[in-house]
């Protein structure tokens, strides 16, 4: 466990962003932590990472194509030999490529489609390898435009034969919820591309064989791995254990004296979950897998 907070660690570079995501924790996160990290404080983060043993970082906002130094940054971290993963929207290039790139395919369905497309086109003449990922919520999920992404994915060449599927907050916990995934996971299944489901859902809202599929088939996971990737903010003063939880320490107690303060944070995480008034619904907290540990409601930031 303390090695894979010691290998890879996120940074929000910029919480700025070129859409209007209404589930985004963005806008109030750069209230609190700023809104851009100046290339100072990335060199000192990347520093004080490798110094530890880091071996990857995760670049995310907001939007970071909109970080003025992302290609400086990139470029960095490729001379201290770190693997950067870039979250991004696909509506802005990144002028350097990563090793990795996240690629949300919400703009491949709005109005900048074209640009959308454009882009994804230089990723490819780039050899980046691409992740897409769907974002929905319980409200918005459409099977046509999980062809779409499919057929996007069907591509091949450096987009993998994977498709991240994001269930995103709020959503109630019902079976109508478990049966839209299910179904979602054996459409993209049944294309012969791979899936991801890529936050945690409670059991509850699936049958027993349901979830027995899912986590053989879709990595389906009910506990929030919190504490697990810390995320350093814009601030370059401050980490979170979560993106969506306004709970942080200090960078420097934190990487400098690494594993020793990891501890608490995984200590912080822990109390968290088990905390009854943590939980997303009431009823959460009498249910059996909750009182085994299995589950603490999904997400605690689907409060």
């Known amino acids: ?23 985004c924790y963005a806008k109030k996160s750069k209230k609190v932590f700023g809104e851009e990290m100046s290339l100072e404080n990335f060199i000192k983060v990347v520093n004080l990472h490798y110094r530890n043993g880091g071996k990857s970082i995760g670049i995310i906002g907001g939007e970071p194509t909109l970080w003025k130094f992302l290609g400086e940054a990139i470029l960095y971290c490729k001379l201290k030999g770190i693997k950067t993963t870039v979250f991004t929207n696909g509506v802005k290039k990144i002028p350097v490529a990563p090793d990795f790139i996240y690629l949300n395919v919400s703009q491949f369905f709005s109005s900048k489609r074209d640009k959308f497309e454009k882009i994804l086109g230089f990723y490819q003449k780039k050899g980046v390898k691409i992740i897409l990922r769907y974002n929905f919520d319980q409200q918005n999920f459409s099977f046509s435009k999980l062809e779409d992404v499919i057929k996007l994915s069907k591509q091949g060449g450096n987009i993998n034969n994977r498709i991240d599927l994001v269930p995103i907050a709020p959503y109630k916990i019902e079976k109508k919820l478990g049966t839209v995934v299910y179904k979602a996971v054996l459409t993209i299944l049944k294309n012969d591309i791979e899936v991801k489901l890529a936050n945690p859902l409670p059991p509850c809202i699936f049958s027993q064989k349901e979830r027995g599929f899912l986590k053989k088939n879709s990595g389906y996971y009910t506990r929030c791995n919190l504490g697990i990737l810390p995320l350093v903010n814009p601030d370059g003063k401050t980490v979170q254990i979560c993106s969506k939880i306004n709970s942080f320490k200090s960078l420097e107690l934190f990487l400098d004296k690494f594993p020793a303060n990891s501890r608490s944070v995984f200590k912080e995480a822990r109390s968290l979950l088990e905390n009854k008034n943590n939980l997303p619904f009431k009823k959460c907290s009498s249910c059996i897998f909750f009182k085994k540990r299995e589950c603490f409601g999904g997400c605690l930031a689907f409060k």
């Open 1 to 23: 466990m303390m090695r894979k907070i010691a290998d890879s660690i996120l940074i929000a570079t910029s919480y700025k962003c070129n859409v209007n995501c209404k589930y």
